[in-house]
T-cell receptor, first 109, second 113 residues
Framework: KNEVEQSPQNLTAQEGEFITINCSYS?????LHWLQQHPGGGIVSLFM???GKKKHGRLIATINIQEKHSSLHITASHPRDSAVYIC???????????FGKGTRLSVIA | DTEVTQTPKHLVMGMTNKKSLKCEQH?????MYWYKQKAKKPPELMFVYSYEKLSINESVPSRFSPECPNSSLLNLHLHALQPEDSALYLC????????????FGPGTRLTVT
């Protein structure tokens, strides 16, 4: 079974800061997902990656397949970015997602 | 329409009650999922339906009974739950082949008293 590790577990940033959240996994994958969950809320899919880099607004996700590592970057962070960010991987085909424990981000104005 | 809807948003039930959670999507996804999430923990997979047939049951107690009556609907029937079953129950859907991007619903927050 894949092991998914995220760092840091908790992160506090000042508004406007550039933020990086890291994810590493132990076994080759078919896809990696970055998910966002606001307190008490449902989960929103931010990105699905199998290679390279994706950008959506102030969010950028990268993946290095050889190093089994992905990063989620947030530029010009804002208090509304405060949430838990979860990395999840899929080993192959439509096998179930394996989740990391999440990174709790708090952006202070 | 890229939305997964879940009802109810909140549910309080006693240990002898029978209740049901409902999930609906109209994206043409033929894979649907139930997850359980405890506070400050990642989601735990409970069940997967693929083409309306149960394909994965992650050793979930029989007091949880899933049902997929058609390709758009997923139910979770609850009976004789325990207080430790209190959690956020999330539904998700995806195509069973291809991109597999998973769309999550807002969840039902269940409290068992």
């Amino acid at each position: 079974k894949n092991e998914v590790e995220q760092s840091p577990q908790n992160l506090t940033a000042q508004e406007g800061e550039f933020i990086t959240i890291n994810c590493s996994y132990s076994v080759g994958i078919s896809a990696l997902h970055w998910l966002q969950q606001h307190p008490g809320g449902g989960i929103v899919s931010l990105f699905m990656l199998s290679s390279g880099k994706k950008k959506h607004g102030r969010l950028i996700a990268t993946i290095n397949i050889q190093e089994k590592h992905s990063s989620l970057h947030i530029t010009a962070s804002h208090p509304r970015d405060s949430a838990v960010y979860i990395c999840a991987v899929r080993n192959s085909g439509n096998t179930p997602l394996v989740f990391g424990k999440g990174t709790r981000l708090s952006v202070i104005a | 329409d890229t939305e997964v809807t879940q009802t109810p948003k909140h549910l309080v039930m006693g240990m002898t009650n029978k209740k049901s959670l409902k999930c609906e999507q109209h994206m043409g996804h033929r894979a649907m999922y139930w997850y359980k999430q405890k506070a400050k923990k990642p989601p735990e997979l409970m069940f997967v339906y693929s083409y309306e047939k149960l394909s994965i049951n992650e050793s979930v107690p029989s007091r949880f009974s899933p049902e997929c009556p058609n390709s758009s609907l997923l139910n979770l029937h609850l009976h004789a739950l325990q207080p430790e079953d209190s959690a956020l129950y999330l539904c998700a859907s995806s195509h069973p082949t291809g991109s597999y991007e998973q769309y999550f619903g807002p969840g039902t927050r269940l409290t068992v008293t």
